[in-house]
């Protein structure tokens, strides 16, 4: 059934588009961090060296060094890890939480309902990344305040789709016959309400991920997520911005590994989506 | 406890939905589905409800089921007062079976997890749970097999079943069947009734069946009761109800079924008016009785004891 499952996922272009996309960054990056000579903090003399100059360490510096004479494939590829971490975390925390609240306003309706959705409604009428400031700036900026701000902003997504997916779902008679079978809204709602939201759910946390990578680098790109010298994409681009002139591979290489990453999530994304959505499954 | 003693009885039961206005959402009018229902249901028999859609039929199984609290009224089980909450220790006493096998089952559980549930409330262990499982799937005529199947695996016959067994794994004394049938093909049809009498008989169990298939309720009920805006407007014995039917309405519903003799004329009674209103001071039948008289416009007409375990709601039958 679930390699199945997986055979049919693989047979839409955009997810195999996709997926080896990754899979090349990642062996990449996996092969850079456990081969490479460089320390991704460790400063040198070799500032701004040009990509492919060579170094005294036997590699060259495939993507130039920056303006401390750090080895940008190194640090690029430490980077990835820490965004595509720090995005997971993202989408766990706000996906845990949107997913509970929405099953639980949908599932129990009422009042409960009306106070859970209109914070979401308040929530969603700021404009994310303002709020994600805001929140980031107030409690002071570091990687963890940026995780829990932009957490806090991805929310409302997951609450009202999931509210919406238990909405249609409440309504079949087999939430009614396990009602009458004597089962507490608790079980049910993680028997029944829980395995048929989680489908959908997924496919939104993987369209979710690419954007909470975004949001964490451009706050990282402002000075309130990770600080010197965490490798990080926002950060070094936001350092390598003054050197564009004479170092254009500075602020350059963490924008393309960036763009090639949220790429390759966002085309496995709409890859899930199509396959969810079976009259787009039928034209392939 | 002797056989014949009331197992359950309902005293003046409601049960009103509310119709509300638009905007200022102020209460526009009553849906009265269950109004004033009060019936006593014997131990070992079955009393089949039978009426027009949106009678109130399903709504009173439902409120008798628990799913949903009555406005108003009492439920006594075994004289034990059930309406608001029901005793632990009858827990899975009063079980229901649904109407549409096909969304009854949750698509993702295997059999076995969803026969499963019901005792697991119930404090029963995995091991002896899963046993009964395949007791139960013995009784209802499916092979143990099916446990680890998913349900749409099997066809509409075999998943009533399945729900059959589900209802019966707590061994319930009181089971109300909300057209089990209506949904399956005549062939199988026949197999789920033959197996509910059956099991009627095995294990000793009160129906209340809900039909409004007549020829159903001939085969399973030893009582009819007939339902019409929330009200039962005639019941009494199966022979009494059908050689002798006395309310308009029964009249109208029994003449509205064909008979299977080509030869014999059809002349069912088709009433023009067909929506339905609740009055309060005067028969709710009015609209569409061709024998109405001047009292029934202005009382709401009381049970009238016909004959022996015949009782109806109509003053064609009162004395004076």
Redesign the interface.
């Known amino acids: 059934m679930t390699a199945k499952a997986i055979h049919s996922l693989l047979e839409i272009k955009r997810i195999r588009y996709g997926l080896t996309l990754f899979n090349i960054l990642l062996v990449t990056s996996l092969a850079v961090l456990l081969l490479s000579p460089f320390k991704p903090t460790e400063t040198t003399y070799d500032t701004l060296k040009e990509p492919l100059t060579q170094s005294e360490k036997g590699w060259s510096y495939v993507l130039g060094t920056d303006s401390l004479g750090r080895d940008i494939l190194t640090r690029v590829s430490h980077a990835f890890f820490l965004d595509l971490g720090v995005g997971l975390i993202i989408v766990c925390i706000s996906g845990a939480i949107g997913l509970m609240l929405g099953i639980i306003a949908g599932y129990v309706g009422g009042i409960i309902d009306s106070v859970i959705m209109r914070t979401m409604d308040i929530l969603i009428s700021i404009p994310g990344f303002i709020l994600a400031i805001a929140i980031a700036s107030t409690l002071g900026g570091n990687l963890w305040n940026a995780i829990l701000a932009i957490s806090i902003v991805s929310i409302p997504i997951y609450a009202r789709l999931s509210r919406g997916l238990t909405l249609s779902i409440k309504e ?3 939430v ?8 507490s809204n608790f079980r049910i709602m993680i ?2 309400v829980l ?2 939201v989680l489908p959908v759910f997924i496919t939104q946390a993987t369209l979710e991920l690419s954007n909470a990578i975004l949001y964490f680098a451009g706050l990282s790109f402002i000075g309130l997520g990770a600080q010197e010298p965490t490798p990080e994409w926002g950060l070094m681009m936001s350092v390598g911005r003054k050197y564009i002139r004479e170092a254009w591979w500075f602020p350059t290489m963490p924008g393309v590994f960036m763009f090639l990453t949220v790429l390759s999530i966002n085309l496995m994304g709409d890859g899930i989506r199509d396959y969810l959505d079976p009259k787009k499954r039928l034209r392939g | 406890m002797d056989e014949g003693s009331i197992i359950l009885k309902t005293i003046n039961l409601r049960k009103y939905y509310e119709v509300r206005s638009k905007i200022l959402k102020r209460v526009k009018q009553f849906v009265k589905a269950v109004d004033d229902v009060t019936i006593e249901i014997k131990r070992g028999e079955t009393l089949a409800v039978v009426g027009e859609s949106g009678s109130g039929k399903t709504t009173l199984g439902m409120v008798l ?3 949903l609290e009555p406005t108003d009224g009492k439920i006594l089980f075994k004289n034990l007062d059930i309406t608001y909450s029901l005793p632990k220790n009858l ?2 006493k009063i ?2 079976v ?1 109407q ?1 096998p096909y ?7 295997k059999i076995v997890d969803s026969l499963i ?2 005792l697991q ?1 119930m404090n029963i262990g995995r091991k002896e749970a899963i046993e009964k499982v395949a007791h139960y799937l013995q009784l209802v005529g499916l092979p143990e097999s099916y446990m680890s199947y998913y349900p749409h695996m099997l066809s509409g016959g075999q998943r009533q079943r399945v ?1 059959v067994a ?1 209802a019966l794994i ?1 061994e319930p004394e009181f089971l109300i069947l909300d057209e089990p049938t209506s949904m399956l093909d005549v062939s199988t049809q026949s197999q789920i009734l033959r197996l509910l009498r059956s099991i009627k008989k095995e294990k000793q169990i009160t129906y209340l069946f809900i039909t409004h298939n007549l020829v159903v309720a001939r085969y399973m009920a030893n009582r009819i009761a007939v339902m019409y805006a929330g009200q039962i407007v005639e019941i009494g014995g199966k022979s009494n109800i059908f050689q002798n039917p006395l309310h308009p309405y029964t009249r109208t519903l029994l003449s509205a079924y064909p008979s299977p003799n080509p030869r014999s004329q059809w002349n069912p009674i088709i009433p023009e008016e067909l929506t339905v209103k609740y009055y309060e001071n005067k028969c709710r039948y009015i609209d569409r009785c061709s024998l109405k008289m001047q009292k029934c416009e202005k009382n709401m007409p009381t049970d009238i004891k016909v004959e022996e375990d015949h009782y109806v709601k109509c003053f064609l039958y009162a004395e004076t």
């Open positions: 079949n008679l087999f009614t016959a396990a009602r009458e079978a004597g089962l028997r029944h395995p048929h | 089921g628990k799913l827990l899975g079980r229901l649904f549409d969304s009854a089952l949750n698509p993702r559980l549930e019901p409330i729900v589900r707590t």
